[in-house]
């Protein structure tokens, strides 16, 4: 099934190229000059967890997903469990 | 014990970052932990043609530099479980990679997966030497093209002098990697045939990759072109050259652009 979609699609392929590199590109160019950003945005925000959790910084997941109108930043922070840290 | 590849060339659109992606698919799939590492500091590409650009958030400069943990610059691929991708940075130069810093990740690297490989920028400057540096084979991708050959006796000599292997008096597993041949004009005698090539570069060959539309509906959709259309002449020429990168013998044929079992048995043999 699968591959009869494909055989439909066979031709549709620059349109997505397209698609994509406006998206990319749109992004990169609104990046020129602060390209720490997301960096800058991890630290202040783990500085924030930080000051409640004591936390390991290996154990920090980051996704991003950029989108056309909306982009996602899904930061993942494992924290301790304080009464399984008490026991061990 | 993991096996750290480099992609590398000279020349300028022969085919790495296509290369990198198939094989590193291809591996993949097969089961083997594989990381694809861009190189090309600056000038990134890698993420595009596997379909990851909207989901950098670290690179390897970021990584080298300290500013992220390897797992956090590490993007794992939707497609295959065992396929990660390291990417660029693109917004900073090859003077950020230091000698140190590069070593340090790779050995990282080394620890996390079966198969760590390179795409190198193209060159012969300080990025595609940072590169091959720490590499134990070098795929050698070469077109049937007078200054595609020439830029890739160069390599092969920086290979020979410039790799840590090399400077341990060690040899460097050197492989080509024949792309974009096609073999219809081979055959009338407009292209270099894939004997000059092997007799001028005098490297094994890895493998035969037939010019193929394919490949460019491969990056349009950002998927390596194994995944993407497995069946395909140039996957299949890409699948075979993953399993002679694993120690396997084949005979190394071009597969036809005939699906299925046709074109493997109308394949032509030419080594």
Same mark, same amino acid.
């Given at each position: ?56 910084? $290996? ?20 924290? @301790? ?8 | ?30 089961? !083997? ?7 090309? =500091? ?37 497609? =295959? ?14 003077? !950020? ?9 790779? !050995? ?36 049937? $093209? ?63 990759? @037939? ?61």
């Amino acid at each position: 099934m699968n591959n009869l979609l494909s055989f439909f699609r066979r031709n549709k392929s620059a349109p997505v190229a397209r698609e994509r590199l406006q998206v990319l590109l749109a992004h990169e160019r609104a990046m020129t000059g602060r390209s720490d950003l997301l960096a800058t945005l991890q630290d202040e925000i783990l500085a924030v967890i930080a000051k409640h959790f004591t936390i390991d910084r $290996e154990k920090v997941q980051i996704k991003l997903d950029r989108g056309e109108s909306v982009s996602t930043l899904e930061i993942d922070v494992e924290v @301790p469990s304080m009464a399984g840290a008490k026991v061990a | 014990m993991a096996k750290v590849v480099v992609v590398t060339s000279g020349k300028g659109g022969v085919g790495k970052t296509t290369s990198t992606a198939a094989l590193g698919a291809a591996l993949a799939q097969e089961g !083997a932990n594989v990381v694809v590492v861009d190189f090309d =500091v600056g000038l990134r590409n890698l993420d595009l043609v596997m379909g990851a650009e909207r989901r950098v958030v670290f690179d390897l400069i970021n990584v080298v530099q300290g500013d992220a943990k390897l797992p956090q610059a590490l993007i794992r691929d939707k497609r =295959v479980e065992t396929l990660s991708l390291l990417p660029a940075s693109q917004t900073r130069d090859k003077d !950020a990679l230091t000698q140190e810093g590069v070593k340090n990740v790779m !050995a990282q690297l080394r620890e996390k997966f079966d198969w760590v490989i390179c795409d190198s920028p193209a060159g012969i400057e300080k990025g595609a030497v940072m590169a091959m540096r720490h590499a134990d084979i070098a795929i050698v991708v070469t077109n049937p $093209e007078v200054s595609s050959v020439r830029d890739s006796d160069r390599i092969i000599g920086l290979l020979d002098s410039k790799t840590e292997k090399a400077e341990n008096g060690a040899r460097i597993d050197k492989h080509l990697l024949l792309t974009r041949f096609d073999p219809a004009r081979a055959a009338r005698g407009e292209m270099l045939k894939t004997d000059d090539v092997l007799e001028i570069l005098s490297i094994p060959l890895l493998g035969i990759i @037939p010019e193929s539309e394919e490949v460019l509906r491969a990056s349009n959709l950002g998927s390596p072109v194994t995944l993407l259309s497995p069946t395909s002449a140039p996957a299949r020429a890409y699948a075979d050259a993953a399993k002679r990168l694993r120690g396997e013998q084949l005979e190394v044929v071009v597969p036809l652009e005939r699906k299925g079992f046709i074109g493997r048995l109308f394949g032509r043999k030419v080594a």
